[in-house]
């Protein structure tokens, strides 16, 4: 039991980390997405380029240039602060790419028919665009934060005090090998259970409201 | 940008592709033995069994359920209290040949589903047993459906591979690491890694868009 209490110690950060990193990934992904889908042609590629090295470089990779290389002399950070920071940059580049998948399912006539009923292009976005875009894009972003639930774990390299980190730590200081990492492997499948089923019920409702 | 980063560069580059090739036995012995497991596990779930059925799907909700992290410690600092001892490099190719079974056996179940149930029923109407009907019609066809997920994945398994620097695998981070370690450029040398690892992933992923859309003619 007590390894168990030690596992669910972790919990909070690693809700934590993945909330906090979604959240910025979720923002920043927007004028990531946009800028791919630009008319200016070197925006497309430079966008293109961002969100490439963002999902190339492994996460862990990612967390110990921001860590060890960064923290080294050009910025601080605590090992949370690199933690959010590195895994919200890397959401922000496969979020940018699911958005781009659901602006690119929305038929063209969509815009056509907004802009001869006089809607300027950023209305036609805000209320006829993106509003469908954001319905094809939800099962992908949910299916991408249960991964990041799980990819968040290797914070715990970098020092976060999360469920791996606290599982790794338990089973060290009591010699008891095999029980802390199977409850820490129980927790995370506990956990994105629920985000699951947030995912397909939403899915659905939003399927049930545009459904003709 | 100046010349003692480059000549860093240059001299560091060796042990880094060191690394690398370690990284690239990893990928490639997880997926020689996780793929054939996950080919296993499609077939287990589309049979028609219901017990073997439920419990391969059980096997593979947990087993995609758990972080590659996860699964790697477990291997490498659990089981030697269960009495299995691996050094690192077979705990690493343990642990991810898991991984990549489960993730696999999805994929691979989707491809096998992709061939026609007309042709089962003509193999069986041939006179195919059903063990024959699938050696012969269905795995060939599905498996060639599922290739370009397959080396979307297998790509993924080489990103992963840096986590068993956790587990002390000379791997491409852990070389990185410990020159950084050693030099106190961190920074420089992770850079280093990083573009080694753009290096294997994009044209790797340019291959994979280049052959769905090849054999999506086809199909």
């Known amino acids: 039991m007590s390894h168990l209490h030690a596992v669910l110690l972790g919990v909070p950060w690693t809700l934590a980390v993945m909330l906090a990193a979604l959240a910025i990934g979720a923002v920043l992904a927007v004028p990531l997405a946009a800028a791919r889908r630009s008319r200016v042609a070197p925006l497309r590629w430079a966008a293109r380029l961002a969100i490439d090295v963002l999902r190339g470089i492994p996460p862990i990779v990612w967390l110990f240039i921001i860590f060890f290389g960064l923290g080294d002399k050009v910025l601080r950070l605590g090992p949370f602060q690199a933690a959010v920071l590195g895994l919200g940059l890397i959401s922000a580049g496969y979020l940018a790419e699911i958005y781009r998948g659901g602006l690119t399912a929305v038929h063209k006539g969509q815009w056509e028919a907004a802009s001869a009923l006089g809607m300027g292009r950023a209305d036609a976005m805000t209320r006829v665009i993106g509003p469908q875009a954001f319905r094809v894009a939800l099962p992908g972003a949910t299916t991408y934060a249960i991964g990041l639930l799980k990819d968040s774990s290797v914070v715990s390299t970098i020092g976060v005090t999360d469920i791996m980190a606290r599982a790794s730590q338990d089973a060290r200081s009591t010699s008891s090998g095999l029980t802390p990492f199977l409850l820490a492997a129980l927790v995370y499948i506990v956990l994105s259970g629920p985000l699951a089923w947030l995912s397909r019920t939403m899915d659905a409702k939003l399927r049930a409201r545009v459904a003709r | ?219």
Do not use: C
Not at chain 2, 9 to 25: M, N, R
Not at chain 2, 160 to 169: D, E, M, P, R
């Open chain 2, 1 to 219: 940008m100046n010349d003692s980063l480059l000549s860093s560069w240059v001299e560091w580059t060796p042990a880094l592709l060191d690394g690398l090739w370690t990284s690239l036995q990893l990928t490639g012995g997880s997926l020689a033995i996780g793929i054939p497991g996950g080919l296993l596990l499609a077939l287990l779930m589309s049979g028609r069994s219901r017990v073997v059925k439920a419990v391969a799907i059980v096997l593979v909700e947990i087993g995609r359920g758990m972080p590659a992290l996860v699964v790697l410690q477990l291997v490498y600092f659990g089981l030697p209290s269960a009495g299995l001892t691996f050094g690192p490099f077979l705990a690493a190719t343990a642990a991810l040949a898991l991984t990549t079974a489960a993730y696999t056996s999805e994929i691979l179940r989707a491809g096998l589903q992709a061939v026609p149930a007309g042709e089962v029923e003509a193999a069986a109407a041939l006179g195919m047993s059903h063990r024959d009907s699938l050696r012969y019609v269905v795995i060939p066809q599905g498996v060639r459906v599922a290739i370009p997920a397959l080396l979307g994945f297998s790509i993924q398994i080489f990103q992963a591979t840096s986590l068993t620097f956790t587990i002390a695998v000379p791997e491409l981070l852990g070389q990185a690491y410990s020159i950084g370690a050693a030099t106190f450029r961190y920074l420089d040398v992770l850079v280093l890694a990083g573009l080694v690892y753009l290096a294997v992933v994009l044209p790797a992923g340019s291959i994979t868009r280049l052959l769905e859309r090849r054999m999506g003619r086809h199909l």
